[in-house]
Structure formats: structure tokens, C-alpha cells
């Protein structure tokens, strides 16, 4: 019932399994083919790509399923002038990125939109100058960014706009002693993260802060061992995996940010993770994608 | 999925929810092929909005379905009239909000919301406003509903001001704030702006803004968003973009520009001007540090006769943009070797705000009544944060050993933000060591001995000749360090470095020592291979010094150096 429940986002979760096979070096487990098979037909004529088959094309699915694509060298199985010729047309004239035809604006899909033509290398087909503006315009009073320009604060918005600035070359903008406060103030007395100020501790904000930290270059700023503790506290030791916080259920989405927060924290039976794309490390490297992190 | 507890059942209780289980997947699984085909068939009707509802119902993200239903009202607008198009609106609004009811966070949810209200032709603004009102009564951190509500201000015009009535109120009667406060710091600025400073508040208001924030936390000390919002009130606005310094080396023929923030300026739409004498000259300019695109410190080398020593003297004037108040002038005298114009850190706020009586007043009282706080709350981290704060912004200097005391207080208090707390005592204690180095009008700065983790504001220390920074934690001199181009002498003794890429292409760099530090192998060292004045290198109590034949490898790595000392 969860499987059929979930097929609205199956492509991010075929690209959360993947990727999390491949930082364990199990990548070769997978059917490669059969996800070709799936991932082919997902492509509308509009060139964006769906969740699953009968679902409509989204920028957000158009990412992963290019994540998978590039996981297995396979880009080739898509038309990849129509993908940029998709994004190219969600751009606003705000500089914003709407997510698909009916027009929802949100910096995660800004990110969605340079980090699928980064992969691709055709940052240059859309306006970056005016995307920056936007994104910029998203910067709050806390050095963090929101879904809009007036939107609060959110660890998984900011992740987006900093990867989003590291595309971009523009981390420069970012007052980054000001966020990595913010965002080293997500760590709670357990030892876990939050997304935003007096919320609950959850896996996946290992990632979103994380990422975020290694981006601007204060991952140090985060009380490392305490984190790894709590992370390893949200595996079950029946099932395998990660839940959100100990105790409760797991699913391939906690599992995946849980195994990449490790990562970022240096554990050594986990393939190097890039903090922008979510990606083992060799992956971006292999395709020489141009990043520059701050120190 | 997020906050579901994972629970041990019995075998009958498992099976019977197996069994209901399959029997909601079959429906489940009914409607979305009936949908389907509908769709195939380009049947656009009653009956998919129902069964796309009863999907959506249960499972609010399947985005298409909401997709499938704006398909469904495009066609009713030009199929059907307009009272009845306005009532299916109507529906659709009651629809949504039953749905928002089960689920309030659905993305889908909120932006078809959006859509809807967008295409009615008689929109009910005010009812979308109490609708959040009540939505943010049951949850007021629900930013899904805060944006909704940013929607339907735009589109009603609701002034501003109302809006941040709106936020006082919920601030003085509720504890969960944050998003008020966020909310707030968009409006103030647009209600009561401070006409010099971009984004910030008429210092009036700014006072009274002070005393309520005060309030907050005097009332809820472990109120976090309250001390983060304050922390904003007292910081200064970002600082518009600056020519620094200008610096002119005749014997080097060489021009330095330091910039307040990094900017580009080899991109298209930039120009830095050169005048010498009032002849425009277009040279090439270069980033101190080679690949970066944006940099804030840049320089460029003079062609041959340029700086003649035939002349009394010369003047070298940039210009950014054909921007007249982004300039800067230097006069270099005959017989000078090098001449510079700079702005004071203290003129230029770079540190901290220029205050009025009034509010240098206002917050020496507050520091007072937050000392206060502090002796009933001696755990309050927040309390000690911001007693450093207010100490920084009323007088840096003076305060000085007070606020190393309330750091060990903090790391104490939150132990797990030591790192922070660290990095960020390096950043204002670096601080205090260039405003003395003003004050003392001299080109050298002492940072020793002061548990600096990190290097901060090496952009305005391009005129430094002679740095002390032994005795810290630092692990490493960044690329940062490329701008410390008058850089003369170099003392970086007892540290734990390990890593001096930054030590590289420094032209006036003749004497370093890095005594008792962490560098493993010549290769570390390479960086210093640029460095072509240098003769002076002291390496002793390393672990590099104890590798087989190392002065001899070092003598081939760096040939320039006449004195390489490793015991």
C-alpha cells in the first residue's frame, strides 16, 4: 500500500536507493536495466520527466531521474536537448523556476533546475544571472533562505540555495559565519538535527544541515560524534535502515540521509559524498562538474 | 514518511490489518486505473473529480491528480456559465479545505489553493485571510500557510502596516514565534526604513523594537527566537560595495584594489578604470588568488615607463563603473617606493555601527539588565551570546577581556558549539588586533597568542608588512592569505600547521618561521616555491625535518631561500 501510495515521487525514490547502494559500494546489485526500462518511458514530449508512468512531467522528478541516468553513465537513454529545452521553459522572468506548467515557484526548484543542467553541462541555457537574483531575494534576517522571497527559514530550502550558489559560483553572497550559526543551533542535546528552530530531531536534517555546513565551509561548527551518534540510534537492528528518529519505522529516504550524513562525517566504510548533488563523490568528478565550496 | 512509530502487534492483529490493508489497496488501486482511462479517453467530467477526490483525500501529494483537476476547470470555464463555474470554485474551496484539515503541510494542497483562488472571478480575500488566521491558531509554524497567507496579502493589498499589527499580537499573546519574528524582520523595514541603510529600521523605531524583543526574553529566556532576532536588531546593514584601499608599489610596478565585498571585475558588464596623471590606461587586472572569479583584493602589473621617478610626484586614481563614488586616489611622491590611500575599519563600520547617544544609551542598559539575567539564569546560553554582542557593539576594545571571560562562560554553558564559539572569538579578537593596528597607525600586526582557530578579515590587512601569529590553533594558511601581498616578515610559530597553500605568490615575503608546527612532507611546502624574495625559512620541530636527506630536497624546492634551519 506504501509502495502504491508513493508512486507520485517513485523516480526520487529510485534515486535514493541507488544512490545509497552506491555509497555502500552496492551499486552492482541493482538491475540496471530494468531501471533504464523505467526511466525511458517517463520522459513526456514537453522533454520533463515524470514520477512514474500515468504522472505528470515535474522538475523535481526530472532531477532524479538525471541523477539515475548519470549514476549509471546512461544519459542517453532520454532526449537530453528536450530535458534542457523543458527547463529553459520554467524559468520566469523573476529569475525563479516554476515546478512544472501550473506554475508553483519555489527555490528547490531553482536548485532542481542548474543542478539537472550542471549534470548535463548546459548551465548555460538559462538566464543564471537573473536565477541568482532571485535566489538572493530569498535570503532572510537569520542568514537563511525560504521557499519565496518573505518565506522562513527551512533547513531542506537552505540546502537547495546554498547547492544552488555553489552551481552558480556566487557563495560568495552567503554571510556564512551568520548561517552556519543557524545552522549549527539545529543541534539538539540528543545529538540530533532539526530543520528550523524548536522542532524535532530527524535523520534526514543530517543531511539538509550538513550539507549545508560542508557547502559553506563550517561543517566543524556541528558537535560531530554526538550527530554520529544519533544517527546510528535510528537504524532498526531488525530490518536494517534508518527511520527518522530512533524508534520509529524505516523507509529508503532516511535511510539514504542517514548513510550520507555519515559520510559527510568522515565515516570510512562509506564512499565520499558530494554535499551539493547528493552523489558519491567520483560521480560529479567523472563528468567534471565545476564546484567551489568555501574554506 | 515522517513520525511513525514503529509498534509490535500480535499475529491476529496482524493479520486483520493485513486484511483491511488489502481491501483499502484494491479500492485504492480501482480508482486510480478508472482515472486512467478517464484520462486516456480525454474525458474531462463530474465523475473524475470525484474519484480524483477521493484519492486526493487520502493522499494529498499525488500532484497529477490536482494537475488532472485544473484540467477539469479550464474545460468547465469554457464549457460551462459562469454562475455554475463559480460554484464549483466554491466547492473546490470547501474541498480544499477539508483536505488542508487532514493534511495542512501538502505542498499540492496550498498551490492549488492558489490556483483556484486565481482564477475566480469574485475572489473572498478577506475569508483566505481569517482562514489563516485560523490555520496559524491551530499551528502557528505551519510555513505553508504563512507563505498562503504572503499570497493573499499580496493579492488584497493588505497594507503592511496591518500585517505587523498582526505579528505584535501574536508575539505578546503566544510562545511558539518564530515564524512571527521572521515575518516581522520583512515588514519593519518596509514600514519604517532607515533611508541610509538598506534593509534596516529607522533608529526610532529600531529603539522601541529593542525594548520589545527585551520584553520577550526577560518574559521566556528560553525562547530562542526572540535572542536570534535581537541578535539581528543589532547587527549593521551589509555594507554597500567600497573601494578600500589603493595601493601603488613603483619598484614592483604593480597596483592593488581591495573591494568591501568580492566582486568580478573581469566580467562583461564591469570596468576597473586606471588613471596615471589623468591617462586612462585599460591594464589587465588579476584576482590575488589566480582562479577565483570573484575576489575582493585585485591587482595588475604596470607597463615599463609608467611610474618614471623623473616627476615631484604622481597621481593613480581608480574608478569602478564609471561609478564616481567608487574611487579611490593615491599620490605617489619622487624617490617613495610605494604609496597607498585607505578607509579605517572604524570609519567604515566595518566592525560595528557608528551609534547615536540615544541608542548607545538604550543599549548600555540593556547589556545591564542581560548581566542581570545572566546571574538568575547562569546556564542560559542565549543570555551569554548576547551580553558578548552588546559588548562588541557599544566598545569592542573596551570590553575586551570581559568578553573572553563570557566565552569560557558559553563553552561551558554549550559545550557542543565549542567549535562556534571558537571560530567566532578568532573572528572578533582579529578584529580588536586591526583596530589597534590603526589606532597605532603602524603596518604590523600582533595575533599572538590569543587561541585564533581561524584567520579572518585577511582582505583588509593587504598593507601588513610584519604578522605574529604564533601560538594559536591554526591548521592551515588558506588560499585567503594569497592578499597578504606587502607581507614582509612572517612569524607563525607554535601552531598545528599543516597546510600553507596561502603562502604562495607573495612578492614582499622575505622571513618565515614556522617553528613547532605539523608539516609532513616537502610537498607541503611547495606553495613557498613562489615566494621569490624569500631567504629566511625556519622549519625546526617539524615532523618534515626528521625525513632523510630534507635539506637537501628543500634546497631543490625552494633554491631562493639562503637560510633553510631545521634543528
Redesign the interface.
Known amino acids: 500500500m506504501e509502495y502504491c501510495m508513493s508512486e507520485y515521487l517513485r523516480m526520487s525514490g529510485v534515486y535514493w536507493g541507488l544512490t545509497v547502494m552506491d555509497l555502500m559500494g552496492q551499486l552492482h546489485r541493482m538491475n540496471k536495466d530494468e531501471i533504464l526500462e523505467f526511466v525511458k518511458p517517463c520522459q513526456h514530449e514537453c522533454g520533463g520527466i515524470s514520477a512514474s508512468i500515468g504522472h505528470d512531467p515535474h522538475l523535481l522528478y526530472t532531477l532524479s531521474a538525471v541523477q539515475i541516468l548519470t549514476l549509471y553513465n546512461s544519459l542517453h537513454v532520454i532526449d537530453v536537448d528536450k530535458v534542457v529545452e523543458y527547463v529553459k521553459s520554467l524559468q520566469q522572468p523573476d529569475g525563479s523556476f516554476a515546478g512544472d506548467q501550473w506554475g508553483e515557484i519555489d527555490t528547490r526548484f531553482s536548485f532542481c533546475a542548474v543542478a539537472t543542467l550542471a549534470l548535463l553541462g548546459r548551465l548555460d541555457a538559462v538566464d543564471i544571472d537573473k536565477a541568482v537574483e532571485f535566489v538572493l531575494s530569498c535570503m532572510n534576517f537569520d542568514g537563511g533562505f525560504g521557499c519565496r522571497p518573505g518565506s522562513e527559514s527551512h533547513a531542506g530550502q537552505i540546502y537547495c540555495c546554498t547547492g544552488f550558489l555553489a552551481i552558480t559560483g556566487q557563495l560568495h553572497q552567503v554571510n556564512a559565519d551568520l548561517l552556519g550559526w543557524w545552522l549549527c543551533e539545529r543541534q539538539l542535546p540528543s545529538g540530533g538535527l532539526n530543520g528550523r528552530p524548536e522542532k524535532l530531531p530527524d535523520v534526514c536534517y543530517s543531511w539538509w544541515v550538513l550539507a549545508s555546513l560542508k557547502i559553506i565551509g563550517r561543517l566543524h561548527w556541528i558537535d560531530r560524534e554526538k550527530l554520529e551518534h544519533f544517527i546510528l540510534a535510528c537504524q532498526d537492528e531488525e530490518t536494517g535502515g534508518f527511520a527518522d528518529r530512533p524508534g520509529d519505522m524505516v523507509d529508503p529516504f532516511h535511510t539514504l540521509f542517514g548513510i550520507a550524513g555519515l559520510s559527510l562525517l568522515g565515516n570510512e566504510q562509506i564512499k565520499p559524498v558530494n554535499p551539493v548533488f547528493c552523489m558519491p563523490e567520483e560521480v560529479p568528478r567523472r563528468i567534471n562538474v565545476k564546484l567551489e565550496l568555501l574554506n | 514518511?515522517?513520525?511513525?512509530?514503529?509498534v509490535k502487534s500480535t499475529e491476529e492483529q496482524k493479520e486483520q490489518k493485513a486484511k483491511e490493508?488489502a481491501k483499502?489497496?484494491q479500492f485504492?488501486?480501482a480508482t486510480t486505473a478508472a482515472i486512467?482511462e478517464k484520462r486516456k479517453d480525454h474525458q474531462f467530467d463530474q465523475e473524475v473529480l470525484e474519484l480524483t477526490g477521493q484519492i486526493l483525500s487520502?493522499?494529498p501529494?499525488?500532484?497529477?491528480y490536482?494537475?488532472l483537476r485544473?484540467q477539469i476547470f479550464l474545460h468547465f470555464e469554457h464549457e460551462k456559465e459562469p454562475e455554475e463555474v463559480k460554484s464549483i470554485h466554491q466547492k473546490e474551496l470547501f474541498f480544499l479545505e477539508t483536505c488542508l484539515r487532514v493534511n495542512p503541510k501538502s505542498?499540492g494542497t496550498w498551490?492549488h489553493r492558489c490556483?483556484v483562488m486565481d482564477h475566480m472571478q469574485e475572489p473572498d480575500w478577506k475569508r483566505e485571510l481569517e482562514l489563516c488566521n485560523k490555520f496559524l491558531e491551530y499551528d502557528e509554524?505551519n510555513?505553508h500557510c504563512?507563505?498562503y497567507r504572503?499570497f493573499v496579502v499580496q493579492r488584497s493589498a493588505v497594507p503592511v502596516e496591518e500585517e505587523l499589527a498582526y505579528t505584535s499580537r501574536l508575539i505578546s499573546t503566544n510562545f511558539?514565534n518564530?515564524?512571527s519574528w521572521?515575518?516581522r524582520?520583512?515588514l519593519l523595514p518596509i514600514v519604517h526604513p532607515d533611508h541610509k541603510r538598506q534593509g534596516r529600521i529607522s533608529e526610532k523605531i529600531l529603539l522601541k523594537e529593542y525594548e520589545l524583543v527585551q520584553n520577550a526574553f526577560f518574559t521566556d529566556p528560553n525562547d530562542?527566537?526572540a535572542w536570534?532576532?535581537y541578535r539581528?536588531l543589532l547587527g549593521r546593514a551589509d555594507s554597500l560595495l567600497k573601494i578600500n584601499c589603493l595601493y601603488v608599489n613603483r619598484d614592483q610596478r604593480r597596483i592593488l584594489v581591495c573591494f568591501s565585498?568580492?566582486v568580478n571585475v573581469l566580467s562583461k558588464s564591469s570596468k576597473l578604470i586606471l588613471f596615471v596623471d589623468q591617462k586612462l590606461i585599460l591594464p589587465e587586472w588579476r584576482p590575488v588568488a589566480g582562479q577565483?572569479?570573484?575576489s575582493c583584493v585585485w591587482l595588475c602589473d604596470l607597463p615599463e615607463c609608467t611610474l618614471d621617478n623623473g616627476s615631484l610626484h604622481q597621481d593613480i586614481k581608480v574608478v569602478w563603473d564609471g561609478d564616481d563614488d567608487l574611487q579611490k586616489e593615491c599620490t605617489i611622491y619622487k624617490g617613495k617606493r610605494e604609496s597607498w590611500c585607505r578607509d579605517s575599519a572604524t570609519a567604515e563600520e566595518l566592525f560595528r555601527c557608528q551609534m547615536s547617544v540615544e541608542k548607545s544609551t538604550q543599549l548600555q542598559s540593556e547589556l545591564e539588565s542581560c548581566k542581570q539575567l545572566q546571574e538568575l539564569e547562569p546556564d542560559n546560553k542565549w543570555c551569554l551570546l548576547t551580553v558578548i554582542l552588546l559588548m562588541r557593539a557599544l566598545d569592542p576594545l573596551g570590553y575586551e577581556n570581559e568578553t573572553l571571560q563570557y566565552f569560557k562562560a558559553l563553552k561551558v554553558a554549550d559545550a557542543?558549539?565549542t567549535?562556534?564559539y571558537n571560530?567566532?572569538c578568532s573572528?572578533f579578537v582579529i578584529e580588536n588586533c586591526i583596530l589597534k593596528m590603526e589606532y597605532a597607525e603602524v603596518r604590523v600586526i600582533d595575533m599572538s597568542h590569543k587561541n585564533l582557530t581561524r584567520l579572518c578579515y585577511l582582505d583588509q590587512m593587504v598593507l601588513v608588512t610584519h604578522m605574529n601569529l604564533s601560538g594559536n590553533q591554526l591548521t592551515c594558511l588558506?588560499?585567503?592569505f594569497l592578499t597578504m601581498q606587502c607581507l614582509e616578515v612572517l612569524n607563525a610559530d607554535d601552531n598545528s600547521i599543516e597546510n600553507v597553500s596561502g603562502l604562495s605568490n607573495l612578492p614582499q615575503l622575505e622571513e618565515v618561521t614556522l617553528r613547532n608546527n605539523c608539516i609532513q612532507t616537502p610537498a607541503d611546502l611547495q606553495p613557498l616555491a613562489s615566494c621569490l624574495k624569500l631567504s629566511f625559512l625556519d622549519l625546526k620541530g617539524n615532523p618534515v625535518c626528521n625525513l632523510p636527506n630534507i635539506h637537501s630536497e628543500l634546497t631543490l624546492l625552494l633554491p631562493q631561500v639562503k637560510e633553510i634551519i631545521l634543528q
Open positions: 514518511m515522517h513520525g511513525r512509530i514503529k490493508r483499502k489497496l485504492y488501486q486512467s487520502v493522499n501529494d499525488y500532484a497529477t490536482w494537475n485544473r505542498y498551490h490556483w509554524r510555513f504563512w507563505d504572503r511558539s518564530y515564524s521572521h515575518y524582520s520583512t530562542q527566537s536570534f532576532y539581528w565585498r568580492p577565483k572569479t570573484y557542543m558549539r567549535r562556534y571560530d567566532l573572528k588558506p588560499p585567503s
